[in-house]
């Protein structure tokens, strides 16, 4: 059979195999590619210790956001039971802003009006 190697061919062959195999482990370039993804998985720990804080943070039953949601909920359809929806703090917060451009705008008057007085005054007295 032609296909057939003789040993010393085959021996060679995986002499070769094993010199080119070698040279790969010895490239700068797998070692610098396994620095990498070791600080990958190292990152990847890293973010995964971060979530799990995170979601305890967030499934906490004493102050998590859950349960802060259920409380604002709760919270609101007592309100809407009530019938209060802030609805007083916001009629007398509008009144307050009235009330502050009415005296505004009467302290400016006030301001103009001395204004002019005292213009008259210099004007007149000279």
């Known amino acids: 059979m032609p296909n057939e190697k ?3 061919e085959l021996v060679k062959e995986l002499i070769d195999h094993f010199t080119d195999l070698k040279k790969k482990f010895e490239n700068p370039d797998r070692i610098s590619l396994e620095q990498s993804i070791k600080q990958l998985m190292d990152n990847q720990n890293e973010m995964k210790e ?14 998590g956001v859950i349960v802060e949601t259920i409380k604002n909920t709760e919270f609101r359809k007592k309100m809407e039971e009530k019938g209060d ?4 703090l916001l009629t007398e917060h509008k009144e307050l802003m009235k009330w502050k451009n009415t005296w505004t705008k009467a302290v400016w008057l006030l301001v103009t009006t001395v204004a002019g007085i005292l213009a008259f005054l210099i004007t007149n007295a000279m």
Do not use: R, W
Request: charged share 20%; net charge neutral; aromatic share 4%.
């Open 50 to 63: 971060a979530i799990s804080s995170m979601k305890k943070e967030i499934l906490n039953p004493y102050n």
């Open 85 to 88: 929806l802030g609805i007083d």
């Open 6 to 8: 003789s040993n010393a």
